[in-house]
């Protein structure tokens, strides 16, 4: 039975103590992913960042890169709280992603083809699709 996931509580999911916890850590490995790239782009070598790193895996085989940022991004930035689009459990988006990104990671191994920008790019916009339609943070009230 599918219970009414439009307005679920973080607390049903975890302790609000641990949650602040979490949001600190995530906070603290923000400030150090921006530290970092302002040294990497104020060193001397070219394409030392990450930006750079990411596209080159890209190219290879982790094809999945892109889909899985454009997907972070709609997760973070964007989102919608229609229950059309809501899962039964807040875990599946995450585990669909995993498996998604899995896929992806196969593909790249077995498949050789031009990886043109257009190809990142609509990955890219997938990934945002899907985190904006089915990984949204509408669904879950924050303390």
């Known amino acids: 039975m599918r ?3 439009a307005r679920m509580s973080i607390t049903d999911h975890i302790d609000p103590d641990t949650y602040d916890t979490v949001r600190t850590i995530m906070g603290l490995f923000g400030i150090a992913y921006v530290l970092m790239e302002v040294v990497l ?3 001397d070598l070219r394409d030392d960042s990450s930006n750079g790193t990411l596209l080159e895996w890209s190219k290879g085989k982790a094809i999945f890169i892109p889909f899985a940022l ?3 991004g709609g997760h973070l930035f964007l989102g919608t709280s229609d229950p059309a689009f809501a899962l039964s459990n807040s875990m599946y988006p995450v585990l669909i992603l995993a498996v998604l990104c899995g896929i992806g990671l196969f593909l790249g191994h077995k498949l050789r083809f031009a990886r043109t920008k257009a ?3 609509i990955l890219l916009l ?3 699709l ?3 339609l089915f990984w949204s943070m509408d ?3 924050l303390p």
């Open 41 to 43: 782009n104020l060193n």
């Open 70 to 72: 454009g997907a972070i």
């Open 3 to 5: 219970r009414d996931v």
């Open 139 to 141: 669904y879950l009230e």
């Open 119 to 121: 190809f990142f790019s």
């Open 130 to 132: 899907y985190g904006h």
């Open 126 to 128: 997938a990934g945002l």
